[in-house]
């Protein structure tokens, strides 16, 4: 008997079924049909999940008389998730529904070298500001994700040796934010948050991803199978520390020389375009130095991508990617940057890897990163698991009263 049951597919939980209301709404009937399961189960699978707020009903209750049949559909306003992507100089915060939709947002010019207590502490400030201007209860609040702009033990959420984050190494980020606002963090390097986040806004059909972001740094997001890959400690992706061959020993922050995101990161272009003779302080002064057509800002640039090609190309062989989404601050130049790597990928993978490969700008653009961090906890806190412990608890709530 016990072999039978090992063999046999386990019948759909509640958790099950809230994923199938969760993507579509659907009537009795057609849960029904999908589950196998009796009328009487779903039902009271229904009617438990409706009590908990998590879904709502159109139409009729019964399809007699002619009368269409209730259609059941899950209520994205069942709760709020705080999303947070943390750059090298730049904080962007947003208030999310349970779809993901964008209730409120907010950008800031923050450098994360000013360290975890100050920069957290005014992240706090700006997410109860959102949930005040959204008419959110913080009451309401079901999650936090937040990306940071280095590697991070998957495990703890917490930062490791981050080469430009001065002070964050080993901070405890989830203590802090959970002392904050008393529900599940999630952490995780901003390049994963921006591939989680390219894929759930744009890529949703498409199995495998890479995500490249170009800034102050250089990061990759690895989605395979649908899903994000992050290695054994959390370091998978790490781009910008492989080194480029035959590229110049530019000493980098994470104390190697000849690192990708030390010869194409924005403080090494800014270097670049200095030398030349032109006037640019951030990633923002290239890329309006690109759209303005200056000539070596665009030579410039034109050449990082093909410096960023040539490490992509091994990638692209390992891989096989069907999309390689680009996005950072520099991708705002994309015409010039995307050329570069396309250049590079084309001619140095296999060409059997690169005969449908689409190399293209970000569609979900400098919202990336707290898309990511938005989905990444609406998938955990709304996972079956997590459905099924909220009912349980609730129950064993109900039996103590």
């Known amino acids: 008997m016990e072999e039978l049951q090992r ?23 057609q849960l029904v049909a999908i589950t196998g399961q009796a009328r009487s189960t779903i039902a009271a699978r229904l009617d438990t999940l409706s009590e908990l707020g ?23 306003d069942a709760g709020a998730v705080l999303a947070i992507d943390i ?8 208030l999310t529904d349970l779809s993901v939709h964008i209730l409120a947002e907010r950008h800031l010019a923050l450098s994360v070298d000013l ?16 949930l005040a201007e959204a008419g959110i209860d913080p009451a309401r609040l079901r999650g936090v994700g937040i990306g940071v702009p280095g590697p991070v033990t998957h495990s703890t959420g917490r930062p490791s040796s981050p080469p430009i984050m001065p002070g964050w190494d080993g901070f405890d980020i989830v203590g802090r934010l959970r002392s904050a606002f008393d529900v599940p963090v999630y952490v995780d390097n901003d390049a994963n948050m921006m591939a989680i986040g390219e894929h759930a806004h744009a890529w949703k059909d498409v199995a495998d991803l890479l995500y490249v972001k170009f800034a102050t740094g250089v990061g990759l997001g690895i989605i395979l199978d649908g899903q994000i890959r992050r290695g054994a400690q959390g370091s998978s992706g790490d781009i910008g520390h492989v080194r480029v061959p035959g590229g110049p020993p530019n000493l980098c922050h994470c104390g190697g020389t000849g690192c990708l995101e030390a010869v194409i990161g924005v403080p090494a272009l800014l270097e670049q375009l200095e030398r030349a003779g032109r006037t640019a302080t951030s990633g923002a002064d290239i890329v309006a130095l690109v759209r303005s057509g200056d000539k070596t800002a665009i030579q410039v640039m034109r050449d990082a991508g093909r410096t960023a090609g040539d490490v992509l190309a091994g990638v692209v062989s390992l891989l096989n990617p069907s999309v390689i989404a680009v996005g950072g601050i520099l991708a705002q130049a994309h015409e010039q940057l995307i050329a570069g790597i396309r250049e590079s990928v084309y001619a140095k993978s296999l060409p059997l890897a690169t005969q449908n490969l689409l190399i293209t700008a970000s569609l979900a653009g400098p919202r990336a990163g707290i898309i990511g961090a938005s989905t990444l906890v609406c998938d955990q806190i709304l996972s079956p698991a997590a459905i099924e412990a909220l ?11």
Not at 8 to 25: K, M, N, W
Not at 391 to 401: I, K, L, N, T, Y
């Open 7 to 29: 063999i046999l597919p386990r019948a759909p939980g509640i958790g099950e079924v809230f994923q199938l209301l969760r993507s579509e709404p659907r009537t009795r009937a």
């Open 54 to 76: 998590l879904i709502g009903q159109i139409g009729e209750r019964s399809a007699a008389m002619g009368r269409p049949a209730a259609s059941f559909f899950f209520l994205p």
């Open 87 to 94: 750059g090298a100089s730049h904080v962007r915060v947003g």
């Open 115 to 130: 360290g975890p207590e100050a920069v957290l502490g005014r992240v706090v400030e700006v997410c109860r500001e959102l």
């Open 391 to 401: 009912v349980d608890g609730s129950e064993a709530r109900e039996g103590e009263s």
